[in-house]
């Protein structure tokens, strides 16, 4: 079986904002879910440059060797008459240092893009502490004049089973 880590608090929001929950350091009860709803998500502000919002991760084990796969729901999204927004997605799991695990900066042509998209992750780098793990979003609007921002749906971090410590010992006594 695997492990799957889930945003368990927030870390710094800045100016995102969460529906239907808005609360300041609840913001992470939108994207913590099992299975996807898409009806309750995380949002940057309206025409965002450089917004980041930082997420703690549930606690797991170290795990065996095997992939580890960084899965986050998202899209862009705009309003009012102009050309399409350009947006920059960013994606970076953070380890307790602070250190940048793995980054993936996606740009989207200036389009109406309104459908939800997964960014699938594989982690390569080596990871010393799985109880300390941060995923921190970034968006930023790049061009184009409509007012546009960018909406995360959920955040999971699938890891292997838990390792178990090394082949076990057998000491007979033949008598």
Do not use: C
């Not at 710094?12 to 913001?27: D, M, Q």
């Not at 796969?69 to 862009?76: A, E, G, Q, S």
């Not at 920059?88 to 602070?98: A, G, Q």
């Not at 459908?115 to 300390?132: C, F, G, K």
């Amino acid at each position: 079986m695997a492990q799957f880590l889930y945003p368990n608090t927030d870390v710094n929001t800045g100016a995102w904002s969460g529906s239907p929950i808005n609360n300041e350091g609840n913001l992470y009860q939108n994207i913590d879910e099992v299975t996807t709803d898409e009806s309750d998500f995380v949002r940057a502000q309206n025409n965002p440059r450089n917004s980041k919002a930082i997420f703690g991760l549930s606690s797991g084990a170290t795990p065996q060797t095997g992939t580890r796969t960084l899965n986050v729901r998202w899209r862009v999204n705009t309003s009012g008459g102009g050309s399409h927004s350009e947006m920059s997605f960013d994606v970076r799991l953070l380890d307790s240092t602070n250190s940048v695990i793995q980054a993936a900066p996606t740009v989207f042509p200036p389009t109406n893009f309104l459908i939800w998209v997964s960014l699938n992750l594989i982690i390569t780098e080596s990871i010393s502490d799985y109880s300390a793990l941060r995923v921190e979003v970034e968006a930023s609007q790049i061009g184009g004049s409509q007012t546009g921002w960018i909406e995360v749906a959920r955040v999971r971090f699938q890891i292997p089973d838990e390792a178990t410590g090394g082949n076990a010992s057998k000491i007979y006594l033949i008598t």
